[in-house]
């Protein structure tokens, strides 16, 4: 039984020992009429309530069958008092309360509450970010999971939504996915909603459907949970620019709106609370520090439970990982950003052909893995439409020649499995690399 069902399951024996109350000063005062009008709602409570248990918990549920009892004796003494056999006030209120006791013990020790947690991610490539807590939820015998992919949109350069984007085939098989538009919110109000985008309509490159914004999905729940989707460089809590740097991630509507956030460290944890009360005022401290708490990220959770021997590689990268002689080649992943590009431009792209010039090169050592960030080309085309065309030549021309892997899949823990080192811009996958002990190396446009 859900939270709220057996919540209303004790609300109605609430009801009745008003009733009792109030059947035991009628028939003192010998108010006939007002003594059956009483038995008769007790009657229809009862049922009410063992029609909720029946549905959640089955017919022959001990608390039904004696439910079914207290409406017998409910019965018994209406039929005594309309024929004009007057009980003793005392022993009707004596015997209703006895049955109601027993229906009370019923309820509370014999039926458990079961949470409703949903999980509300956008992006499959973002998943790892829900998904060692979701394993957490389905692992709990007393709570029903639900992984729902919700619909999200590019923006276009005016702000106006553009196409539309569903990408729930794409979570791995055994996740199990419930449509959006198959799940009533307001009907069934989960204890738990999980989301790991906060931007509502403050991103001007994509949204999610404005059904999903924080403020709409706070109506349908008292447990919302924001986990951000990135791991950042670890901060300095007394190191100002490194908290300044922060600060946008910090003021968005998840942080907001959530009923907990859940951020990677206790570092990041101080530096949330720290612009949060500057954000809002000194006397909401205690608030954040209740709110934001840090347990750490499930994306390293994921990194680290996948190892390189159990990653499914595709056939086609094994011939490019494999050298003449069966020995793998040494994976290097190269990772680019959005920000790179929307900093640098033209000379961001001339960057990356250079890089992949130097590993094609090497193709005898070395195998490139290419994965570039799954928003780059929503945020090109939003906010650099003149610059889309010529990267995604370099896109297609790298994939057609076929001598380095081109990764756009959902699975980032497989990358980072399989690369012995990491090249790139300056990111979120940096930590997650760290973790692994993975060698780093920033790459510099001007070298």
């Known amino acids: 039984m859900r939270k709220a069902q057996k919540k209303l399951t004790e609300d109605y024996l609430k009801l009745l ?19 059956k009008d009483l038995l ?15 549905q ?17 004796v409910v019965y018994q003494f209406y039929e005594r008092i309309r024929q004009g056999d007057l009980p003793d006030a005392n022993k009707v209120h004596k015997s209703l309360r006895r049955v109601l006791i027993q229906i009370e013990n019923k309820i509370k020790n014999e039926i458990k509450v079961r949470i409703e947690a949903v999980f509300l991610p956008y992006k499959a490539s973002m998943w790892d970010s829900l998904e060692s807590v979701w394993k957490a939820a389905v692992e709990d015998t007393d709570c029903d999971a639900y992984v729902i992919p919700i619909p999200y949109y590019d923006k276009n350069p005016d702000g106006s939504f553009g196409k539309e984007h569903y990408e729930g085939e794409l979570y791995p098989d055994y ?3 419930t449509r959006y538009d198959a799940y009533d919110f307001a009907m069934r109000r989960p204890e738990l909603i999980f989301i790991h985008n906060p931007y509502d309509e403050c ?27 990135f791991i950042l460089e670890e901060p300095n809590p007394k190191d100002k620019e490194s908290i300044t740097g922060i600060e946008h991630f910090c003021t968005v509507p998840g942080v907001i709106h959530a009923d907990k956030v859940i951020v990677q460290s206790e570092n990041m944890q101080k530096i949330y609370i720290d612009v949060m009360t500057k954000y809002a005022g000194r006397d909401t401290r205690k608030y954040w520090e209740n709110k934001i708490l840090g347990l750490g990220s499930p994306k390293t959770d994921k990194v ?29 992943l190269y990772n680019t950003s959005v920000s790179a590009l929307l900093e640098h431009g033209e000379d961001m792209i001339d960057k990356i052909q250079r890089v992949l010039q130097i590993f094609k090169e090497n193709i005898e050592e070395a195998a490139l ?17 003149m610059l889309w065309g010529k990267y995604q030549d370099v896109v297609e021309g790298y994939k057609a020649e076929g001598w380095g892997i081109y990764d756009d899949s959902a699975e980032l823990n497989r990358a980072i499995a399989l690369s012995d080192g990491y090249y790139g811009d300056s990111s979120s996958l940096i930590q997650l690399c760290k973790s692994s002990g993975i060698p780093i190396m920033i790459q510099n446009i001007e070298v």
Not at 26 to 34: C, G, Q, V
Not at 57 to 72: D, I, M, Q
Not at 206 to 227: A, M, N, Q, W
């Open 369 to 385: 893995l290419w994965r570039p960030h799954p928003l780059i080309q929503a945020t090109i085309e939003s906010m650099r439409p």
């Open 40 to 54: 008769e709602q007790c009657q229809e409570i009862a049922v009410k309530a063992g029609e909720l248990i029946e």
């Open 17 to 35: 020992n008003q009733a009792h109350d109030g059947i035991q000063k009628a028939l003192k005062f010998r108010n006939i009429s007002a003594a």
């Open 175 to 177: 996740v199990p996915i």
């Open 203 to 229: 991103n001007y490159v994509t949204s999610v459907h404005p059904l999903f914004y924080t403020r709409e999905l706070k109506r349908y729940t008292d447990g919302l949970i924001y986990i951000p989707y």
């Open 56 to 72: 959640t918990e089955g017919e022959n549920h001990p608390a039904v069958l004696c439910l079914e009892e207290y409406c017998e």
């Open 304 to 332: 680290l439970e996948t190892k390189k021997e159990e990653a499914e590689i595709p056939k086609e990268w094994m011939e490019i990982i494999r050298k003449p002689s069966g020995e793998r080649k040494k994976i290097i």
